[in-house]
């Protein structure tokens, strides 16, 4: 079993930063892929990024180029570094690992094991 603590959630204004992190904890040796999710309220949960233990990166568009996912696999820790913020990326980001790509592509939510319980993103234009 693998626990998923999120923090670093918070308010900003349009145009600022923010940075989420997340922990691991449990048979992390079982996680290969690990990403972040977001759901804004009467909306489904939509994948922001992917990260692999060795390195490899995919991205949701809205985000590329302004969100950069990275992770410490000694620490058994994920971040995402958001830049550029703008106000439709207030969303709950959840923390997600041990993706299983037979169950879908990266973006689905079903294809992962184990969730966060979620950190809070507010935007203010």
């Known amino acids: 079993q693998v626990r998923l603590v999120e923090s670093g959630g918070g308010s900003v204004q349009h145009g600022g930063s923010l940075r989420l992190s997340c922990v691991a904890s449990?048979?992390?040796?079982?996680?290969?892929?690990m990403g972040w999710f977001r759901q804004a309220p009467g909306t489904e949960r939509e994948g922001v990024a992917l990260?692999?233990?060795?390195?490899?990166?995919a991205y949701a568009n809205s985000v590329k180029g302004r969100f950069t996912i990275s992770r410490d696999n000694a620490k058994n820790s994920l971040s995402l570094q958001m830049d550029s913020l703008q106000s439709e990326d207030s969303s709950m980001y959840y923390c997600?690992?041990?993706?299983?790509?037979?169950?879908?592509?990266?973006?689905?939510?079903?294809?992962?094991?184990?969730w966060g319980q979620g950190a809070q993103v507010t935007v203010a234009s």
């Open positions: 449990g048979y992390t040796m079982s996680i290969y892929c």
């Open positions: 990260i692999s233990r060795l390195g490899t990166t």
């Open positions: 997600a690992a041990g993706y299983d790509s037979r169950r879908g592509p990266w973006t689905t939510t079903s294809a992962y094991n184990y």
